[in-house]
């Protein structure tokens, strides 16, 4: 009894912990004072508007937004095909190559980032939004691997079988029966592809150039220290943008795709 | 490793054909070379006359019944039954139609609509039958297609099997290890071990007349005995255990024995009997008198007693 009650209490203390500093960005976005203190003085909107017309920050938005999109398609197409090669064929060495594909995920972000960075100033390639993209989908192929892989592992064989033994040929078989199968598995990879990319900093600050992401940005700002209430604002709209396809990609791995994001780097 | 050799088995039109053996037996692979899932590193397979062989499972004019059914969880009941039908581009108001008699034909009317996991096991079971019966191959392979179902429900579906085998007069051909499901069910039965085929017969010839002492052990409880450098078999009901003062009936072998073990099993009741010659047998005796009645056999010398006719002689 005492047992359960001191549980949930160090499960309600736990969850408290994780989510207040959260909840405590939220609130700031409102302050009127552009001092964090608490209690605030009063609410306004006024950092909004202020943000919504700062060019800095829809730049390095708009940046975010495509290196996520592009890395993410790039993960999509590597990650699925990587999956399928894994999973079908058996190998020697098979083993070795799945984990090869996993290590950027696993590996430290300044790793991954130093030796891109000297992969593209020895080849002579300078710094762009395409550079960034090629960092990103380094890791976000992984997410999208793993899941697929996942999928490919739980689907029964015999479905497939099934399928051939009813009159399907290769590509009908992948249309009708493959594909439906592992499309949520696809979604939910590409959106934890997305959420990864879109609030990466340390390999983008390795293979970005003149131009910036949003958390670099943020990054630079918190540094400084003259745009922290711009700096709320920005960070509540990444926590929504970054939660909404967390969510949606834990519904459609059936609750337990949480158990499969991997840490933030 | 080898887990086919040797087969040679011809299969006739409309005819209902088991392949039974203990797992491991290489009957399953069999049954998946048939449907192009494996090919045979030599060897041909013919189907109505066409070598097969190397032709893809989506081209060959079999079907299969799945052990694990693997009905399509994104489909409906409808969908799956007649996915095959939608694959060799059948139209869809024809194919709405066959559906339907699919349906009823094995009990599942109105049920179109459902998922897989909506189901029960035996109308999933039923489902997969349906699925794969209605394109009309020219064969219908069965993989255990009973395996997950309760005794109750595994024995109702067997004669529902049979009859839709009947109706439809398509070949089935059948894999199971369960002996008595063979036997219920077949016209003939290739009893199978180590990738070998023992024996090819009729219910009642593998029954009666075990070529092997594997298909003697393997169908039934079979008494293996040694008399005068002769091996033979006698099935334990062909065996009349004598109490006291019975007298068995002329031309009758007699053995004197003791009864070990008494095994109240509903119908009937078996009796391991010792004998005085040092083997065990087993002879089954109907309950036709009270069924306490058995126990007081229990440690008691019996004589058993069988005739020429009712015993087999192994190669």
């Known amino acids: ?265 | 490793m080898v887990a086919v050799a040797g087969v040679d088995l011809v299969i006739d039109e409309g005819e209902f054909f088991t392949l039974l053996g203990p797992s491991g037996s290489g009957k399953t692979t069999l049954l998946r070379m048939i449907a192009g899932f494996e090919r045979p590193d030599a060897g041909r397979i013919e189907l109505g006359g066409r070598d097969v062989t190397s032709l893809p499972p989506h081209l060959r004019n079999t079907n299969t019944v799945f052990q694990d059914y693997a009905l399509f969880p994104h489909m409906s009941v409808a969908d799956n039954i007649g996915y095959g039908l939608r694959i060799k581009g059948v139209p869809s108001t024809e194919r709405r139609r066959r559906v339907e008699r699919a349906l009823q034909m094995v009990r599942l009317t109105g049920l179109g609509q459902r998922r897989p996991n909506q189901l029960s096991g035996g109308q999933r079971q039923r489902v997969a039958l349906a699925r794969a019966a209605i394109n009309e191959p020219e064969v219908l392979l069965l993989d255990e297609p009973l395996g997950a179902l309760d005794l109750k429900l595994r024995q109702e579906m067997q004669i529902e099997l049979k009859q839709i085998q009947k109706e439809v007069g398509i070949t089935f051909i059948y894999v199971t290890h369960d002996q008595e499901e063979a036997l219920t069910m077949s016209d003939r039965v290739a009893v199978m071990s180590n990738g070998l085929i023992e024996q090819i017969g009729t219910p009642v010839d593998v029954y009666e007349r075990p070529a092997t002492e594997f298909v003697a052990g393997f169908i039934g409880i079979s008494n293996v005995l040694v008399r005068d450098g002769v091996r033979f078999v006698v099935r334990p009901e062909k065996i009349r255990m004598l109490a006291d003062s019975e007298v068995p009936e002329p031309g009758a072998h007699v053995e004197p024995g003791t009864v070990e073990e008494v095994v109240y099993v509903g119908m009937s009741t078996r009796y391991v009997v010792r004998l005085d010659r040092g083997e065990q047998l087993v002879a089954v005796r109907q309950n036709m008198d009270a069924a306490g009645d058995a126990q007081r056999f229990q440690g008691r010398p019996v004589r058993l007693a069988w005739t020429a006719d009712h015993t087999y002689v192994l190669d």
């Open chain 1, 1 to 265: 009894m005492w047992a359960r009650m001191a549980l949930r209490a160090w499960a309600v203390l736990v969850l408290l912990f994780l989510f207040v500093p959260i909840l405590l960005i939220l609130f700031y976005a409102f302050n009127t004072s552009n001092v964090q203190s608490w209690p605030i003085p009063g609410l306004t909107t006024r950092w909004f508007t202020a943000t919504w017309n700062d060019s800095s920050v829809r730049s390095s938005l708009g940046l975010s937004v495509q290196a996520g999109l592009a890395a993410t398609a790039l993960a999509l197409v590597l990650g699925s095909c990587a999956a399928f090669a894994i999973h079908r064929t058996a190998f020697f060495g098979r083993d070795a190559v799945s984990l090869l594909f996993v290590l950027p995920l696993a590996l430290p972000g300044i790793i991954t980032g130093i030796a891109l960075n000297a992969f593209f100033s020895f080849n002579g390639i300078s710094l762009s939004l395409w550079t960034i993209i090629v960092g990103h989908a380094t890791f976000c192929m992984v997410v999208v691997y793993n899941n697929v892989l996942a999928r490919l592992r739980r689907t029964q064989g015999s479905l497939i079988e099934a399928a051939m033994d009813l009159g399907a040929n290769g590509f009908q078989v992948f249309r009708d029966v493959t594909l439906p199968l592992i499309s949520t598995a696809v979604v939910a990879g590409a959106m934890l592809a997305f959420a990864l990319s879109f609030d990466e900093v340390i390999v983008t600050t390795f293979t970005a150039g003149a131009e910036t992401t949003l958390p670099v940005w943020i990054f630079g700002q918190i540094r400084h220290g003259i745009l922290l209430p711009e700096v709320n604002v920005v960070v509540s709209f990444v926590i929504l943008v970054t939660i909404i396809p967390v969510v949606i990609a834990a519904r459609l791995t059936g609750g337990g795709g949480t158990a499969r994001v991997p840490a933030a780097r």
